[in-house]
C-alpha cells in the first residue's frame, strides 16, 4: 500500500511538473474560453488517484462537485506534496493550476506563497460560475490551513 502510494504521488508530482510547464502558453491564451479549453484538456491527461487513497476527511466541504485534497510532508526532506482529485473535469484541472505552484516547496516556501496569486495570474476565477469559486475558496482555505501548521 505504501509503495502504491508513493509511486502515486511520484505520478501526480511528475503531471503537476507538465502542467507548471504549459501555464506560459495559456497565459498567453486570448480568449478565456480558450484558456479553460486548454485545462480541460490538462485534466485529462492528469492521473487518477485510486479510491483507496480518497480519504472522507479529505473532501472539500462547499465544493460543487467531489473534490478531494491530501497533503503528504516529507519530513526527511522538509518538502510538501499534494494529490487530489475532483469528479468535475474543470475542477481538477484548477486545482493542478494552483497545486502545480506549491507542490514539493519546502515548509518555508509554502508559508510565504499567496495562494489566490497562483490563480489570479492566469486571469481564471472572474470567469467561475459562484457555487465553483465558492468550491475554490474551500480549496484555498484548506490550504492555507496546511500553510500554518
Keep these: 500500500m505504501l509503495f502504491r ?46 479510491e483507496e487513497h480518497r480519504p472522507t476527511s479529505a473532501l472539500i466541504d462547499g465544493c460543487e462537485s467531489r473534490a478531494w485534497l491530501m497533503h503528504y510532508h516529507d519530513g526527511a526532506t522538509d518538502k510538501h506534496y499534494f494529490l487530489f482529485e475532483s469528479d468535475a473535469r474543470i475542477v481538477k484541472a484548477l486545482l493542478a493550476v494552483l497545486l502545480c505552484q506549491i507542490n514539493g516547496m519546502s515548509t518555508e516556501e509554502l508559508k510565504s506563497t499567496k495562494l489566490e496569486q497562483c490563480l489570479q495570474r492566469l486571469h481564471l476565477t472572474q470567469h467561475l460560475s459562484q457555487s465553483r469559486a465558492r468550491g475554490l475558496t474551500a480549496v484555498i482555505q484548506r490550504l492555507k490551513k496546511i500553510q500554518s501548521s
Excluded at 511538473?17 to 485529462?44: D, F, I, N, T
Design 5 to 50: 502510494l508513493a509511486s502515486t504521488i511520484d505520478l501526480t508530482a511528475e503531471a503537476l511538473r507538465q502542467v507548471e510547464q504549459s501555464l506560459p502558453e495559456l497565459a498567453q491564451q486570448g480568449h478565456w474560453q480558450e484558456r479553460y479549453r486548454r485545462l480541460m484538456q490538462l485534466a485529462k491527461q492528469l492521473p487518477v488517484i485510486p
